[in-house]
């Protein structure tokens, strides 16, 4: 088991460039599967979830590989196999994007409930009730498999309970090629939404709306090859600012789209951060002082899920009393725990976390519980006095490229080592 060890202190200082967007990447990867024909996706982050989608394309009779660096090629125009392997389809979240575009190419599919990082009770059963409005009936087999299967998908008007950005991005995929109109309502907003409907429509599709609430999608018959870039990784992006606001730094983050940074950059500047934003890129410089804030996480364009666990560690060094309220999520405070192994002074009543902030975190060995609660352990150590462990960063590689190489760029004191080496666990070499 690998872990990184991180000496804190190191004030975080200079350029860092961003990777595509992982929680793009991973859709369009599966959404080429749709195509008949030879796709190019440019600006592919390398992380392991990219990585187990590859093979299971592969598996599946597909051929995907990597021409060049964050380049990747893929070639379904010869697949025939609607079962997903199992136990690959197991490790990651995004595998649940199978049902829908195997299911909107061939009218069947066969897709075992996804899996990935646990934080909460993520039902798909508006994945389901959608397949079932466009013409499609399924069963669940024993070990959680689902199957698929359809006559003929028909266009429909869906109505989307609560926002889901894996129903609106897997209905989008089954309705694409659907007979007629299909209208999705109340439809999820996030960045990656639009990009898939702009990947698709590059291949052929007819999608409007993308983005807003009302998503319309004229099906056609079939989609062609093509070449198609993904965009800038909010999340990461917005990591790397909340590292910089918690270590006092001054980090310019290149290859961003400021606007989907919208909500950090106000959370942060309410905080008493300097945030500077450039064309395709974004400034963001410690003041020596952090003030106290309230943060609600919300759908897109409201602040991220993704980044709670990050904005609460920078929180804990801001003198008095901040509340985090998780509005998405029922169980992503796990990583609390691990904080307070820190120094942490956080409680948490169901959904709401009070932070008193403003004492020193100290370093302590800590395991990570899921991707983003990972990402923060590696922030709390950069903030903390002393030596910090943080264990299971299989966690972090599903979704960040090369982070502790990053980190090192910008002045972080941090090293990737496998648990048990001797001698190395107490200082950074």
């Given at each position: 088991?690998e872990?990184y060890?991180?000496l804190g202190g ?5 350029e860092?460039e ?10 369009l990867i ?7 024909g030879?796709?190019?996706?440019e ?9 187990v ?15 060049d ?5 893929i ?14 389809v ?8 199978l ?12 897709v075992a409930?996804?899996g990935?990082?646990?934080?909460g ?8 009730k959608?397949?079932?409005?466009l013409?499609?009936d ?5 070990g959680?498999?689902v ?6 998908l ?11 950005v894996?129903?609106?991005i ?17 439809a ?11 990947f698709l ?9 993308a ?13 062609h ?20 606001a918690?270590?006092?730094?001054d ?7 400021p ?12 905080m ?12 963001v ?10 943060v609600?996480?919300m ?8 980044l ?12 008095g009393?901040?509340i ?5 999520w ?9 904080l307070?192994r820190m120094?942490?002074?956080?409680s948490?009543d ?5 932070i ?9 060995p800590v ?23 943080v264990f299971?960063?299989?966690y ?9 190489k ?13 648990d048990?080496?001797k ?7």
């Amino acid at each position: 088991m690998e872990k990184y060890v991180i000496l804190g202190g190191a004030r975080l200082e200079g350029e860092v460039e961003i990777s595509g967007a992982k929680n793009s990447a991973v859709a369009l990867i599966v959404a080429a599967l749709m195509v008949d024909g030879v796709c190019i996706i440019e600006n592919v982050p390398l992380v392991s979830d990219t990585y187990v989608l590859v093979d299971i394309i592969n598996q599946l009779g597909g051929r995907a590989e990597f021409v060049d660096k964050s380049v990747l090629k893929i070639d379904a125009s010869c697949l025939e196999c609607c079962e997903a392997p199992y136990e690959m389809v197991r490790k990651i979240r995004a595998s649940s994007y199978l049902m829908g575009a195997l299911l909107g190419r061939f009218q069947k599919a066969k897709v075992a409930m996804p899996g990935g990082c646990d934080f909460g009770v993520r039902p798909i059963d508006l994945h389901l009730k959608g397949f079932e409005a466009l013409g499609a009936d399924y069963s669940v087999e024993a070990g959680g498999i689902v199957d698929l299967r359809a006559e003929e998908l028909c266009g429909a008007s869906i109505y989307m309970d609560t926002v889901s950005v894996g129903a609106t991005i897997n209905i989008m995929f089954a309705a694409a090629m659907a007979k007629g109109q299909t209208i999705i309502e109340n439809a999820a907003k996030e960045p990656h939404i639009v990009d898939v409907a702009n990947f698709l429509n590059s291949m052929g599709a007819n999608i409007k709306g993308a983005g807003t609430d009302v998503i319309k999608i004229k099906g056609v018959k079939s989609l062609h090859g093509g070449t198609y870039t993904v965009i800038p990784d909010q999340i990461e992006a917005g990591t790397f600012m909340i590292a910089a606001a918690a270590t006092d730094g001054d980090v310019l983050i290149k290859n961003v789209i400021p606007k989907h940074l919208d909500s950090i950059s106000a959370k942060l500047l309410e905080m008493g951060v300097v945030v500077e934003e450039f064309d395709d890129s974004i400034r963001v410089a410690g003041t020596g002082f952090l003030k106290k804030a309230n943060v609600r996480t919300m759908p897109h364009p409201g602040f991220p899920t993704d980044l709670q666990p990050l904005i609460l560690t920078l929180l804990t060094g801001a003198k008095g009393t901040s509340i985090v309220t998780e509005n998405v999520w029922d169980n992503r405070f796990r990583y609390v725990e691990e904080l307070r192994r820190m120094g942490a002074n956080v409680s948490v009543d169901g959904r709401i976390a009070v932070i008193e902030g403003g004492g020193k975190l100290i370093g302590s060995p800590v395991s990570s519980t899921d991707l983003r609660a990972g990402a923060a352990l590696v922030v709390a150590g950069l903030m903390a006095d002393g030596v910090t462990e943080v264990f299971n960063i299989k966690y972090i590689d599903r979704g960040y490229e090369e982070f502790e190489k990053k980190l090192r760029g910008l002045g972080a004191q941090i090293t990737r080592r496998v648990d048990g080496e001797k001698g190395k666990s107490a200082t950074i070499a």
